[in-house]
């Protein structure tokens, strides 16, 4: 039942996971959405995405799962290979959507931002891009926002689901940790091997590298760089460095190495993660997906808590009586989640730095496991 009889309109600023979910569910609930997106309209480029179950899980209830696994490459096994080259056990994550569906899916990020998309504009959201937001100021129960075109909103709710630098963040006057964890975790486009038809994950002797399948013709390989300085490497240098890195990995590895060609699709990223150290709104503001809580990689499940964040946030505003109650609600259901993902991520890196990857395999399973608990 809809307990909210006040306004429905909502500015949410940052058209990435969970701003594009958010707009969906709220949509969808009979709220007028805008969207404020600083990027240009083209989907974002880049690597590719592993959607794990409660990803899916939470696409499925947007009615997309299908979607994305028609256009990725779903499987349900992550096969780990010891130092030595020897297996060290395969994990069998739950069908969270049932059991004739695969349990995750590797699809490219533009193909995720694409179906996202679509499905907002569907709902009605107007997505704008190019604009920011410059300032929020709370006025009684409404918010007023302006963007960068110097237009101004008289909103009942504003969302800032920006992503970990989220400028909505620091103009609600919300403090997080955005901390580095000396690692850089690098990923590439590449041929899919025919004997891919999982995650395959290599520990190295210094590094941990992998391949996650996104299609029939199509996978993407990952490196974990341990013990580094944030640096920047020119374009040019990147395929020839990850090559370098997977040098000294045992096994398959070396085939996965020969696929990486001198293209564009190599990028390096430096491993960060954001907690939000109090409350996640104020007034009718608030903040969702990595602006509120991004998790380190490793986990891949950062896009999950993005759109679980979306459709929490447009129920629980759904049922009750005002935006204020209906966020207090939000946040009480989703904190404690969202700081156990995170903290659990850097644990993990921490284990990899140590290179103690047989401690960190087991805790990485138990937090998968902890995600498959409802949202
Ligand atoms: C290298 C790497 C690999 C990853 N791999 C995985 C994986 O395999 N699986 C997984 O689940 N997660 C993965 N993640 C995490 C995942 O990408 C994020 O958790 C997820 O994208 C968060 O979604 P979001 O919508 O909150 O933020 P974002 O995806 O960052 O989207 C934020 C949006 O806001 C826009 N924006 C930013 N600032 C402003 C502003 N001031 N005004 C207006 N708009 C703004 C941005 O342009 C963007 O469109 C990975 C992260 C990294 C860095």
Redesign the pocket.
């Known amino acids: 039942m809809n307990r909210y009889r006040g306004v429905r309109t909502a500015v949410i600023?940052?058209?990435?996971?969970?701003?594009?979910?958010a707009a969906t569910a709220l949509a969808r609930a009979g709220w007028q959405v805008e969207i404020?997106?600083?990027?240009p309209p083209k989907a974002?480029s880049g690597?590719?995405?592993?959607?794990?179950g409660p990803?899916l899980r939470a696409l499925d209830e947007v009615g997309l799962a299908d979607a994305c696994l028609a256009e990725g490459y779903g499987m349900s096994t992550i096969t780990h290979v010891d130092v030595d080259g020897e297996p060290a056990g395969e994990a069998r994550l739950p069908r969270l959507i049932g059991a004739r569906r695969p349990a995750m899916v590797?699809i490219g990020?533009p193909v995720v931002?694409r179906i996202l998309l679509a499905e907002a504009r569907r709902c009605g959201a107007v997505v704008r891009h190019g604009?920011?937001?410059t300032a929020v100021d709370h006025e009684r129960e409404l918010v007023r926002v302006r963007l960068?075109d110097g237009t101004v909103r008289q909103v009942a709710l504003l969302v800032g689901?920006?992503?970990?630098?989220?400028?909505?963040r620091s103009l609600l006057g919300l403090k997080a940790s955005l901390d580095f964890h000396g690692q850089r975790?690098w990923?590439a486009l590449v041929p899919r091997p025919r004997w891919a038809t999982g995650i395959h994950q290599f520990a190295g002797k210094a590094d941990t590298a992998g391949l996650?399948p996104l299609s029939d013709r199509q996978a993407y390989v990952?490196l974990t760089e341990n013990r580094v300085e944030r640096s920047v490497l020119p374009d040019a240098a990147l395929a020839p460095r990850l090559r370098q890195l997977l040098e000294g990995f045992p096994g398959r590895v070396e085939e996965i190495r020969s696929l990486v060609a001198e293209s564009a699709s190599v990028?390096r990223?430096p491993?960060?993660t954001a907690l939000l150290e109090g409350a996640w709104n104020r007034g009718n503001g608030v903040v969702?997906?990595?602006?509120?809580h991004?998790?380190a990689?490793q986990?891949?499940?950062?896009?999950?808590?993005?759109v679980e964040?979306g459709l929490v946030l447009a129920r629980e505003l759904a049922r009750h009586e005002s935006v204020e109650r209906g966020l207090h609600a939000f946040v009480s259901r989703r904190a404690k989640r969202c700081r156990t993902l995170v903290e659990t991520s850097v644990a993990i890196a921490g284990l990899e730095q140590a290179r103690r990857h047989h401690e960190a395999y087991p805790l990485a399973d138990s937090c998968h496991r902890l995600m498959a608990e409802p949202a």
């Open positions: 600023v940052g058209a990435g996971i969970a701003g594009l979910t404020a997106e600083v990027g974002p690597w590719g995405l592993c959607l794990t990803s590797g990020r931002h604009v920011t937001v960068s689901a920006d992503g970990i630098r989220s400028a909505v975790v990923r996650v990952f990028v990223r491993v960060l969702i997906g990595d602006a509120a991004a998790p990689p986990m891949a499940s950062g896009a999950a808590l993005a964040d």
